[in-house]
């Protein structure tokens, strides 16, 4: 079993960065595929990014490319999201997630653990 917890987030003017923590117990982070999901008031949550199990690999919703880094650590079972560029629309609480059998999924379905989020929001 994997316990994620996410910090990191806060109140940032638009164009600022910020960088997200998620941070998880057990032994077995790196047999887990990590994700990033969003959600918003009254909206459904949505995919933002996600790493592989060693990292090599990373995938993001078209939205936040250019502008999210997704990145892990493995020896510190850390996976983090670097977010530049923010704008009031990405305004959102932000998940982390692990998902053992499948990497670059966007359907929250598939993720086994869930963190319980953090809140993002980016004044104009």
């Known amino acids: 079993q994997v316990q994620l917890v996410e910090s990191g987030g806060g109140l940032v003017q638009a164009g600022g960065s910020l960088r997200l923590s998620c941070a998880a117990s057990g032994r077995t982070f790196s047999s887990y595929a990590l994700g990033w999901f969003r959600q918003a008031p009254g909206k459904e949550r949505e995919f933002v990014a996600a790493?592989?199990?060693?990292?090599?690999?990373?995938y993001y919703a078209d939205s936040v490319k250019g502008r999210f880094t997704v990145s892990r650590d493995n020896a510190k079972n850390t996976v983090y999201l670097q977010m530049n560029s923010l704008k009031p629309e990405d305004t959102a609480v932000y998940y982390c997630?692990?998902?053992?059998?499948?990497?670059?999924?966007?359907?929250?379905?598939?993720?086994?653990?869930w963190g319980q989020g953090t809140q993002v929001t980016v004044s104009s």
């Open positions: 997630a692990a998902d053992r059998t499948s990497f670059r999924s966007t359907n929250t379905n598939d993720y086994d653990y």
């Open positions: 790493i592989s199990w060693g990292g090599s690999s990373t």
